[in-house]
């Protein structure tokens, strides 16, 4: 429960994901108006975030509400995964890499059905850290204070001693109030130096307050 601990998120942070502009372009390719694919998909996406619905599912969602063939389907579903999982921050990673063994490590990703299975076989997030939260398997989505607690549970230690790094400002507030500290992603190498910082100074002693 005293370890000093490094909690990350996946997209922005451990892998690079820039808009590919894969709906805008087949929003085109069906003569749809701007806009039409997120308007009809929206409780689909909400739902494969929190689990409540089987890639099987999603595939049949997308080919019923945007007139896709089995073919057309594949290709949709292609894209979306090619512009979830991005590329690699293989910076930060090897950094990563090199603190096995200094302290707990661990993933809370807002993620989506399938992304375990992806994401282990591309860049095996699991021998990375010694474990991953993902929002599709737990039912919750940061910034729910739930999402945090559970990556604490998950590794056994106490929020205070807990950095977690995001590119999302709402979710760096909420893992503050849920009494971690918390660096809003910008760069690799701000993010390498808070971390350092962070296990320089060791577990908190309880009842200390933690600085950001």
């Known amino acids: 429960?005293?370890?000093?601990?490094v909690i990350l998120d996946i997209g922005g942070v451990l892998e690079i994901t820039p808009e590919t502009g894969w709906v805008q372009r087949w929003e085109e390719r069906l003569e749809l108006?701007?806009?039409?694919v997120h308007e009809r998909m929206r409780d689909v996406w909400r739902a494969g975030s929190v689990g409540s619905i089987s890639e099987r599912e999603v595939h049949e969602q997308v080919?019923?509400?945007l007139g896709l063939a089995t073919p057309q389907v594949e290709a949709f579903i292609a894209d979306l995964w090619a512009e979830y999982l991005g590329t690699p921050n293989e910076e930060l990673i090897d950094y990563v890499r090199g603190l096995r063994g200094s302290?707990?490590?661990g993933i809370l990703s807002n993620s989506f059905v399938g992304a375990r299975e992806r994401e282990t076989s591309l860049y095996h997030f699991d021998e990375l850290v010694e474990q991953i939260v993902y929002s599709h398997e737990i039912g919750i989505e940061k910034p729910d204070l739930r999402a945090f607690e559970a990556a604490c549970a998950s590794l056994?230690?106490?929020?205070e001693n807990c950095l977690f790094i995001d590119d999302v400002a709402v979710n760096i507030e909420a893992a503050q109030a849920a009494g971690m500290q918390a660096h809003l992603f910008e760069d690799?190498?701000?993010?390498?130096?808070?971390?350092a910082a962070h296990l320089d100074a060791g577990p908190l002693a309880a009842g200390r307050v933690p600085l950001g």
């Open 1 to 5: 429960m005293t370890a000093t601990c």
């Open 103 to 105: 302290c707990r490590l």
């Open 33 to 36: 108006p701007l806009g039409t």
């Open 188 to 195: 690799n190498a701000r993010t390498v130096t808070r971390i």
């Open 63 to 65: 080919a019923a509400r």
């Open 156 to 159: 056994d230690v106490r929020p």
